[in-house]
């Protein structure tokens, strides 16, 4: 009957709302593909290899708060170990390969034996009070990070150099002169090598949460966070579950860290530990919407582009409106989170389900 | 361990735990002189915490909203309460300790006023709209904390803001060897004040017959015919209001203030409420002095684990009771 109906019926519209999602996701992929010798600008370069390791760090958010329901603040600790453990062990052997696998290795392990420690600790309560304890052991890293100085140091933060194969001056391939070839105007130099490997780390561990998501494990996540009781019911040691997707994300939250050292050379408490990371993960991630990959990908570009573009936007408005009281204040470039989570708030109300989710809701609707 | 359990309950049970800290605290310490002092800062410390801390418990306990943008209401009340005393300098640098006082109460008082305002302004628009549904209450507060934040730096600006401390509150009390700061006396006798007027309420009128009610099974109480809705804002007002008091207070303490002060304050008040256990009052009284006292020792004993400890004792207490140890509401 249903069968009937729907052949019947009016003819199938074009999935609109799916295809503007996977048309914008795979014009950022060949963007981020193309970067270097699409905005071969130091800054541009900066931006496209930030978002690889922000899509990466937000989509494994995405498989805790979007994909199980599990809140957690402590996701930046993860990526502060991997950065970290990295960081440390470049500084301290020098700059190998040898160093980033041992001292990220370090890190990814204590990222995993921490996750798994907090998870059997209390992911068998509320998801509120799970909230709260990631975020009081969040903090606690925060600032073992700023005191253990001679180790993380402090507040600075940590400078080192990397392997000579990504270092600017290391020609990829060298013509008769022995510079390095332009392909496209571009110098195939170590930066580039650098950036690419960026790149494919990011793509692959991409490609492994799709994996996650569509394999049964993804499914019985799903099941979780719709009816944790019924899951039980059904057979599934929730707990089990929750505690190995936490591990599972942290673990790649801490690779996603190793990829953001080995790029910046530099890991500090600012860019690898602090809140405003976290506040900028759960802001992409639903802006983006939860429970969609693609989501968090959308979300990482716009808020990036937000960053960038609204404080330019802003700061015309500000002088625009100079002669009027309260506004210039209110549109200071500086206060542009201000708008963002006013936004952030508009969007919980009314689009809980975020852009990319929104717009496959329409069509699975239409499709009805 | 039967034996034991049932001797620890006897006398007095998890009350127990601020005694036996402080007694290893004394041995470890070892001079009286100093640890009287320090347990003085702690017993003082843990009250301005317990003023933080006892608003998200009960909020919580009746409402069952985690309210993260908490610390943006201890900042506010911070701040507000750093401004009033900026107004009143006269009165409070005089020599006039009657006026003095007046003044800082007054602080405290306009700070309660405008947290609880902001409180009604923020469970009418911010969180009405979701009860119910964690996922997006825990959401929609980070999201009210974000704006809230960015207000306070767009009014007071990201500078250290100093804090005009009243005459008869500085200085310190000293008996023989012992010194103990005055202001730290007034904290905590305020906090002693503000607990014994929540007992009050809670255990002695109707109204809070209604709130712990309420805290016990929400449905109930509706289907008996009360309003819920009206002890929910009344108490989220207050819980408000008790958060920005806390902030304006440690305001007064602290002499220096900056925006991030909420969220420094609201890493040990979620250890307090968790340790203590959600919704109930004693049990954030329990863990806010456990943590006061903690944070003194430990920051003495050796300075680099201070917060550190108190993770510790989170975790330890966790393991023992995951539930806190004194939780009102186990749903």
């Not at chain 2, 702690?42 to 909203?65: K, Q």
Request: proline share 3%.
């Amino acid at each position: 009957m249903s069968l009937a109906v729907e052949q019947t019926g009016a003819p199938r519209q074009l999935p609109m709302g799916r295809l503007l999602v996977y048309g914008t996701v795979g014009l950022i992929a060949l963007a981020l593909l193309f970067a270097p010798f699409l905005f071969p600008d130091v800054r541009s370069q900066e931006v496209a290899a930030r978002i690889c390791v922000f899509i990466v760090l937000a989509a494994s958010f995405d498989l805790l708060i979007g994909y199980t329901g599990i809140v957690s603040f402590a996701h930046t600790m993860f990526f502060g170990l991997g950065a970290y453990g990295t960081a440390i062990a470049l500084k301290q052997f020098g700059a190998s390969f040898t160093s980033i696998a041992l001292g990220g290795g370090a890190g990814v392990l204590a990222a995993l034996v921490l996750a798994a420690l907090i998870g059997l600790l209390s992911l068998r309560v509320k998801a509120i009070f799970f909230a709260m304890v990631t975020l009081a052991a969040a903090s606690v890293m925060l600032v073992l990070a700023s005191q253990l100085s001679e180790f993380t140091g402090g507040e600075d933060g940590l400078t080192y150099s990397i392997p000579r194969l990504f270092s600017p001056a290391t020609e990829l391939i060298a013509d008769a002169e022995g510079k390095a070839v332009k392909l496209f105007g571009v110098a195939l130099n170590g930066k580039i090598a650098l950036y690419y490997f960026v790149f494919s780390s990011s793509l692959a561990l991409f490609a492994v949460m799709l994996r996650i998501v569509a394999s049964p494990l993804g499914r019985v996540l799903k099941a979780i966070r719709e009816n944790e009781m019924r899951a039980e019911a059904i057979g599934y040691r929730v707990v089990g579950y929750r505690t190995a997707v936490f591990c599972i994300a942290a673990v790649i939250a801490a690779l996603a860290g190793i990829l953001r050292a080995v790029w910046l050379k530099y890991t500090g408490p600012e860019v690898a530990l602090s809140f405003d990371i976290m506040i900028d993960i759960l802001l992409i991630v639903v802006i983006g919407g939860m429970g969609t990959m693609w989501g968090a990908v959308i979300g990482v570009v716009l808020m990036t582009l937000a960053s960038y573009y609204l404080k330019d936007l802003m700061a015309l408005g500000a002088e625009a409106t100079a002669s009027i009281p309260l506004l210039p204040d209110l549109l200071n470039p500086d206060r542009w989170l201000l708008w963002l989570g006013v936004g952030f708030i508009l969007l919980v109300y009314f689009f809980p389900s975020g852009l990319v989710g929104t717009l496959m809701d329409r069509d699975a609707r239409a499709g009805k | 361990m039967k034996d034991l359990n049932a001797t620890f309950e006897r006398f007095g049970g998890v009350m127990l735990l601020p005694v036996i800290l402080a007694i290893i605290a004394f041995v470890l310490i070892g001079r009286p002189a100093t640890w009287i002092t320090l347990t003085a800062a702690g017993l003082a410390m843990g009250m301005m915490i317990f003023l933080m801390a006892s608003g998200l418990s009960l909020i919580f306990g009746l409402m069952d909203v985690l309210n993260f943008s908490h610390s943006a209401f201890v900042t506010a009340g911070a701040f507000v309460g750093a401004t009033v005393l900026g107004w009143l300098t006269l009165w409070i640098a005089g020599s006039n300790p009657v006026l003095n006082i007046v003044g800082l109460l007054m602080a405290i008082a306009v700070a309660a006023v405008v947290g609880g305002l902001i409180g009604w302004f923020f469970e009418r628009v911010i969180i009405k709209p979701v009860y119910g549904d964690h996922l997006r209450q825990i959401l929609i507060t980070v999201g009210g904390l974000i704006v809230a934040e960015e207000l306070i730096l767009m009014i007071w600006g990201g500078a250290p803001l100093p804090v005009p401390r009243p005459e008869v509150l500085t200085g310190s009390f000293i008996i023989g060897e012992v010194s103990i700061e005055v202001y730290r006396v007034f904290a905590f006798g305020l906090g002693a004040l503000v607990y014994l007027g929540l007992y009050l309420v809670l255990d002695r009128t109707r109204v809070g017959l209604l709130i712990r009610a309420g805290v016990e099974n929400r449905e109930m109480v509706e289907a008996l015919g009360f309003r819920i809705d009206r002890l929910f804002i009344g108490v989220f007002m207050a819980g408000s209001a008790l958060a920005a008091m806390g902030g304006a207070m440690w305001a007064g303490y602290q002499g220096l203030i900056t925006a991030s002060l909420g969220a420094e304050m609201m890493i040990l008040v979620f250890i307090v409420v968790i340790i203590g256990g959600l919704g109930s009052i004693r049990g954030s009284l329990l863990g806010a002095v456990l943590v006061g006292l903690m944070a003194n020792y430990v920051g003495f004993l050796s300075p680099k684990v201070a917060l550190l400890s108190n993770m510790i004792l989170m975790m330890a207490i966790l393991l023992w009771r995951p539930w806190g140890l004194l939780p009102a509401v186990k749903r």
